[in-house]
């Protein structure tokens, strides 16, 4: 390909922000596509950061190449500039600039050298097209051919949600009705696959978020999703490596119907995160404004342990029982940390 679609974007929306300039008669209109080449490149993260860096190097600069030309007037000028470029650097650094102190020393030199005669305009003119051109590319980023690698990871997440809805529904059904057919071990490993898929797109959400990308309320969300679904996916597995025993007692079948009815309402939820990751939004999905009510059933599982008549069970059936039901306990826990981290890392 001889020309990508990022390159054919900033081409475009150069040539648009040169051509305005053009139209309107005004001075140093070329500083405008510069601006746009320079922030124009890359995720729109890494635009943002660019962006407010280059306008903060402007307004530092001029403020420094104002104080310096005239508070300098008597040292010689080549002292005079590299005290200014000095003051210039330390402020930069105090800022964390690291580019826009470049832009602000480049705005001393050419100041103090080619524009002394008309800082009054040169300054304020430049500034209008830098910003001009800042918000040109920072839109051209949004609007034109937009990296979706958020919409993307949240989709195929809500997709994921629906496959765990699905198999929780299957472990239910298995325990209410001995005929049915539930999950294998083909089941969990693409379950696992689909899971190990996913994680292999973070990289590209943290390029499109750019700079500090790990403070971003986005991947600290993706982390929260991809923590709980790494749970409940190893949750799949030890089930179907304890598959439950046929023809148990009633105390037994009473145990089995508290872990369905769990079961069912995990699937429940599951399928209210689905449909809060399904399709586009501007903003990111918010969690179920409801906690997660637990099934009489199960909260029953307490008294149906203290039976006494569970010590007349086999010891290996009751080791399978307390394993499936501390699996249970433990995506039923997932759920929950899932949910209160996903309320915490939404903006406010």
């Known amino acids: 390909?001889?020309?990508?679609?990022?390159?054919?974007?900033?081409?475009?929306?150069?040539?648009?922000s040169n051509g305005f300039a053009a139209m309107t008669g005004l001075a140093y209109g070329f500083y405008s596509?510069?601006?746009?080449?320079?922030?124009?490149?890359?995720?729109?993260?890494?635009?943002?950061?660019?962006?407010?860096?280059?306008?903060?190097?402007?307004?530092?600069?001029?403020?420094?190449?104002?104080?310096?030309?005239?508070?300098?007037?008597?040292?010689?000028?080549?002292i005079a500039i590299a005290i200014?470029?000095?003051?210039?650097?330390?402020?930069?650094?105090?800022?964390?600039?690291?580019?826009?102190?470049?832009?602000?020393?480049?705005?001393?030199?050419?100041?103090?050298?080619?524009?002394?005669?008309?800082?009054?305009?040169?300054?304020?003119?430049?500034?209008?097209?830098?910003?001009?051109?800042?918000?040109?590319?920072?839109?051209?980023?949004?609007?034109?051919?937009?990296?979706?690698?958020?919409?993307?990871?949240?989709?195929?997440?809500?997709?994921?949600?629906?496959?765990?809805?699905?198999?929780?529904?299957?472990?239910?059904?298995?325990?209410?009705?001995?005929?049915?057919?539930?999950?294998?071990?083909?089941?969990?490993k693409r379950l696992r696959a689909r899971l190990i898929s996913l994680r292999a797109l973070r990289p590209a959400l943290s390029l499109e978020l750019g700079e500090g990308?790990?403070?971003?309320?986005?991947?600290?969300?993706?982390?929260?999703?991809d923590d709980a679904c790494s749970r409940l996916v190893m949750m799949v597995g030890g089930m179907v490596r304890r598959a439950p025993t046929l023809n148990d007692s009633a105390l037994i079948e009473r145990l089995h119907q508290g872990e369905a009815a769990l079961l069912q309402v995990l699937g429940q939820r599951l399928e209210q995160w689905e449909q809060r990751f399904s399709g586009r939004r501007r903003t990111l999905p918010q969690p179920p404004s409801s906690a997660l009510a637990l099934p009489q059933a199960w909260l029953d599982l307490n008294r149906e342990l203290a039976d006494p008549n569970l010590n007349r069970i086999p010891l290996e059936r009751l080791e399978r029982i307390a394993a499936r039901l501390l699996l249970c306990r433990q995506a039923e826990q997932a759920m929950q940390d899932a949910e209160r981290t996903w309320s915490s890392v939404l903006p406010r």
């Open 1 to 16: 390909m001889l020309i990508s679609r990022a390159e054919l974007r900033l081409a475009v929306a150069a040539g648009l």
């Open 213 to 225: 990308a790990n403070r971003h309320p986005s991947v600290q969300l993706v982390q929260c999703l």
């Open 84 to 188: 200014t470029l000095a003051a210039l650097r330390l402020l930069g650094g105090w800022l964390k600039l690291l580019v826009g102190y470049k832009v602000g020393g480049l705005i001393v030199v050419m100041g103090w050298l080619s524009h002394s005669s008309n800082l009054g305009t040169w300054i304020p003119l430049r500034f209008f097209w830098t910003a001009f051109g800042v918000l040109v590319g920072l839109l051209s980023l949004r609007l034109f051919w937009p990296t979706r690698s958020l919409d993307t990871v949240l989709r195929q997440y809500g997709e994921l949600f629906g496959d765990l809805r699905r198999t929780y529904q299957d472990l239910a059904q298995r325990l209410l009705n001995s005929e049915a057919q539930g999950p294998g071990i083909e089941d969990y």
């Open 33 to 78: 596509p510069l601006a746009v080449v320079s922030v124009g490149t890359g995720s729109y993260g890494g635009a943002v950061e660019l962006g407010r860096q280059r306008l903060l190097g402007t307004v530092l600069g001029s403020v420094l190449l104002l104080v310096g030309y005239w508070g300098l007037r008597d040292v010689p000028m080549p």
